[in-house]
C-alpha cells in the first residue's frame, strides 16, 4: 500500500509539473517554436524504442525478483553494452539523415532528439531494474527528478528570455542527462561492479532482447496508433497545425500520464498473485477506474472556457478537445490495466497483434482522413475511435482469462462516448456541461451494483492482504 501511496504522491507532482508546462509553454512561445518543440517531442518519442526491448526484456524475465538476489555483475555489463550500442546507433542516425538532406531545422531537431535518446534509455534500463525488483520510491524519484530539473532549467531559460525550442531541447536533455547520472548512485553497486565476461554478457542480452522484442514492437505500436495520424497532419498541412494538434493531445494525455503511472505498482504486484486472485480484482478495478475517469470528464466545459481565456491563439484548436478527451479513458486504462494483464500473462504476442491490427487501420484512416478527404475534423475523430477500437481488442483477450460482462461494457461505454462527443462539439459550454452530467448519473445509476460489488471486493482484498 505503501508503494501505491507513493507512485500516486509522486505522479500528482509530476502531473503537476505536466499541467504548468502544458499551460505555460504554448502562452510563453511564439506558435511556430512551441510547434518545433512538440516536433522534437514526436521524434524523442519513437527513437526511444531503438533499445530493441532490451529493457522490456529485463522486466519480463526478472519481474517480482528481489535485489540481493541479481547478479550485479551481469546486470552491470548489460547497462555499458546498451550505452555503447545506443552510441553507435546515434551515430548511425547522424549518418542516415546526413545522406538524406533533410530540412535544417528538422536535421538539427532529430540530432538532438538522438542525444536525449541516449540518457533516456539508459536511464530507462536502470529505472527498469527498479521497478523490476519493487523498488517503487527509487523508480519514482528518478522518473521525478527528470521532469523538476527539466522543468526548473525550462523556468530559468525563459525567465532569461529564451523561449525558443532549442532552449527547451537543451533544458530537457540536460534534465535527463543529470537524472541519468542520480539513477547511477542509487544502484552504484551495479553499475560500478566489474561487468562479466563479454560473451556472457552479450548471450544475456540477446536473451533479453528475444523475451523483449514482441512486447517493444507492441508499444511502439500502440505510439504509432495516434502517431500515424499525427505524421500525415504535419505532412499535409505543415508543423503549425502538427503543433495545434500536438497540444490538444497534449491536454487529454495529462490524465493518462498520471492514471497510467499506477501500473507501475501493479505489474510487481499482479507478478506475485494468484490466478484466482487476478480475476477477482481486473473486474472491481476496471469499473470503479471507468468511473472516475468518465466523472473527471465533468469538467470538459469549464476546461475549455478557461483555457480559451488563457490561449486564445489556439481557440479553433480546443475545440478538438471534445474529440479527443475520451481517449484519456481507453489509453488510461489499456495502459494501466489490460496490458498489465495481459504481460503478467505473458501474452506480449497478441498485445503486439492488437496494436499491429490498430497500426494497420490508423494508416488506412490517415490515407483516407488526411490524404482523400483532406478533412482535419475527421482525422481527429478518427484518434479517439482507434484508441477506442484498440482497447476493447485488448480488453477481449483479457476476457479469455478473466471473465467479466465485455458486450454490456462496450455497448455501455461507446454510448457515454458519443453522448459527451456530440454535446461537446455541438452545444455551448453550460448545456454541454448539463447534457453530459445527465448522462454520468444514468450511468452511475446503471453501473450502481457493479460499483458497490468493486469497492467490497477490493476492500476484502486489502483485508486478506493485510492480514495474510
Not at 508546462?21 to 521524434?43: A, I, R, V
Request: hydrophobic share 55%; aromatic share 12%; glycine share 6%.
Amino acid at each position: 500500500m505503501k508503494n501505491v501511496i507513493g507512485a500516486v504522491g509522486a505522479n500528482v507532482v509530476r502531473l503537476l509539473i505536466s499541467v504548468v508546462l502544458t499551460l505555460l509553454l504554448p502562452k510563453l512561445m511564439g506558435q511556430e517554436e512551441y510547434s518545433y518543440w512538440q516536433l522534437y517531442l514526436f521524434y524523442t518519442t519513437y527513437l526511444a524504442y531503438s533499445s530493441l526491448g532490451w529493457c522490456e526484456g529485463f522486466t519480463l524475465k526478472y519481474g517480482g525478483a528481489h535485489y540481493e538476489d541479481l547478479n550485479k555483475r551481469l546486470i552491470g555489463g548489460q547497462v555499458w553494452m546498451l550505452f555503447a550500442y545506443e552510441v553507435l546507433f546515434f551515430g548511425g542516425l547522424w549518418l542516415v539523415i546526413t545522406v538524406l538532406g533533410i530540412e535544417s531545422t528538422k536535421y538539427v531537431l532529430l540530432l538532438l532528439a538522438g542525444a536525449s535518446a541516449v540518457f533516456d534509455i539508459i536511464r530507462y534500463m536502470v529505472q527498469s531494474i527498479l521497478h523490476t525488483v519493487n523498488r517503487i520510491k527509487e523508480y519514482v524519484r528518478v522518473v521525478l527528478l527528470e521532469r523538476l530539473l527539466f522543468a526548473l532549467l525550462a523556468a530559468v531559460a525563459l525567465a532569461l528570455g529564451f523561449n525558443s525550442a532549442l532552449a527547451l531541447v537543451a533544458a530537457e536533455i540536460a534534465g535527463r542527462f543529470l537524472s541519468m547520472l542520480y539513477s547511477f548512485f542509487i544502484t552504484r553497486d551495479i553499475v560500478t561492479a566489474r561487468p562479466a565476461p563479454l560473451k556472457e554478457v552479450a548471450a544475456e542480452a540477446k536473451n533479453e532482447i528475444s523475451i523483449g522484442h514482441k512486447l517493444l514492437l507492441a508499444l511502439l505500436a500502440s505510439q504509432l496508433v495516434i502517431g500515424v495520424i499525427r505524421f500525415a497532419i504535419e505532412q499535409k498541412w505543415g508543423v503549425l497545425q502538427f503543433g495545434q494538434i500536438s497540444l490538444i493531445i497534449s491536454l487529454s494525455n495529462m490524465l493518462v500520464s498520471c492514471v497510467s503511472a499506477i501500473g507501475v505498482v501493479i505489474f510487481p504486484m499482479l507478478k506475485r498473485m494468484q490466478p484466482e486472485q487476478m480475476e477477482r480484482v481486473y473486474t472491481p478495478v476496471r469499473t470503479l477506474m471507468s468511473v472516475l475517469i468518465w466523472g473527471c470528464m465533468l469538467m470538459f466545459a469549464p476546461m475549455k472556457w478557461v483555457l480559451t481565456q488563457w490561449l486564445p491563439q489556439y481557440s479553433e484548436a480546443l475545440t478538438y478537445l471534445a474529440l479527443l478527451l475520451p481517449l484519456c479513458l481507453y489509453e488510461s486504462r489499456t495502459a494501466m490495466l489490460s496490458t498489465t494483464y495481459l504481460k503478467a500473462y505473458r501474452e506480449e504476442k497478441n498485445i503486439l497483434k492488437v496494436n499491429a491490427a490498430a497500426v494497420a487501420l490508423s494508416v488506412a484512416a490517415a490515407g483516407v482522413c488526411v490524404f482523400l478527404l483532406e478533412n482535419l475534423t475527421l482525422a481527429v475523430l478518427a484518434i479517439s475511435l482507434l484508441c477506442m477500437v484498440k482497447a476493447y481488442m485488448t480488453e477481449y483477450y483479457v476476457s479469455r482469462h478473466v471473465p467479466f460482462p465485455f458486450k454490456r461494457e462496450l455497448a455501455l461505454e461507446a454510448a457515454m462516448m458519443a453522448l459527451f462527443m456530440l454535446s461537446g462539439w455541438y452545444a455551448g459550454y453550460v448545456a454541454a456541461f448539463a447534457i453530459y452530467g445527465a448522462g454520468y448519473v444514468l450511468y452511475l445509476l446503471t453501473e450502481r451494483k457493479f460499483i458497490t460489488a468493486g469497492l467490497r471486493t477490493l476492500k476484502d482484498e486489502f483485508r486478506e492482504k493485510k492480514h495474510g
